[in-house]
T-cell receptor
Framework: LAKTTQPISMDSYEGQEVNITCSHNNIATNDYITWYQQFPSQGPRFIIQGYKTKVTNEVASLFIPADRKSSTLSLPRVSLSDTAVYYCLVGPSGGSYIPTFGRGTSLIVHP | KAGVTQTPRYLIKTRGQQVTLSCSPISGHRSVSWYQQTPGQGLQFLFEYFSETQRNKGNFPGRFSGRQFSNSRSEMNVSTLELGDSALYLC??????????????FGPGTRLLVL
């Protein structure tokens, strides 16, 4: 069971780049790393997923070092609307897999 | 493509009653997972269904059950409701690739209040 550790909270200002790191020391060979964003009383929204090195999409980048024991979600030029809780999830599909989300990182973006 | 839909969006029940929540996955997705989210315990996995079979189960009592139909739609049922069952219940659907890679897409949730 891949356990994840993230900072409980982070503060930033509009226009800054925000990096949120997740530790997953016992990640398995076939595990992927997925990040979600959640606003209050809404379902988590998929942001990005990766296996190794760097992945980039229109909203974020995901950096995964060679040992894959951690990952960093990078949000460029955040705005007030990026204030949310961010979760990293580690795991494969199938088999006896119990998705474990952890408590996430509460990001507050200030004007 | 339409996203994951959940009905009802809000529900108020009293202790001892039972409740059934419904989830329609994204078209083509055969895996449906259910989660309970509370301020105290966070986002907790209930169970996953794939091709009408329960594939994985979290650590919840037997009062929580589910099923999946041939069209991949899923329902979860909670019997003998307790105050502590008040929560946001989330459904997520995913397309399982041959490589094992899977991405879960969540619905908006059903807010259940038990009085």
């Amino acid at each position: 069971l891949a356990k994840t550790t993230q900072p409980i909270s982070m503060d930033s200002y509009e226009g800054q780049e925000v990096n949120i790191t997740c530790s997953h020391n016992n990640i398995a060979t076939n595990d992927y790393i997925t990040w979600y964003q959640q606003f209050p009383s809404q379902g988590p929204r998929f942001i990005i997923q990766g296996y190794k090195t760097k992945v980039t999409n229109e909203v974020a980048s995901l950096f995964i070092p060679a040992d894959r024991k951690s990952s960093t979600l990078s949000l460029p030029r955040v705005s007030l609307s990026d204030t949310a809780v961010y979760y990293c999830l580690v795991g494969p599909s199938g088999g006896s897999y119990i998705p474990t989300f952890g408590r996430g990182t509460s990001l507050i973006v200030h004007p | 493509k339409a996203g994951v839909t959940q009905t009802p969006r809000y529900l108020i029940k009293t202790r001892g009653q039972q409740v059934t929540l419904s989830c329609s996955p994204i078209s083509g997705h055969r895996s449906v997972s259910w989660y309970q989210q509370t301020p105290g315990q966070g986002l907790q996995f209930l169970f996953e269904y794939f091709s009408e079979t329960q594939r994985n189960k979290g650590n919840f009592p037997g009062r929580f059950s589910g099923r999946q139909f041939s069209n991949s739609r899923s329902e979860m049922n909670v019997s003998t409701l307790e105050l502590g069952d008040s929560a946001l219940y989330l459904c997520a659907s995913s397309l399982v690739k041959a490589s094992g890679q899977e991405t879960q897409y969540f619905g908006p949730g059903t807010r259940l209040l038990v009085l």
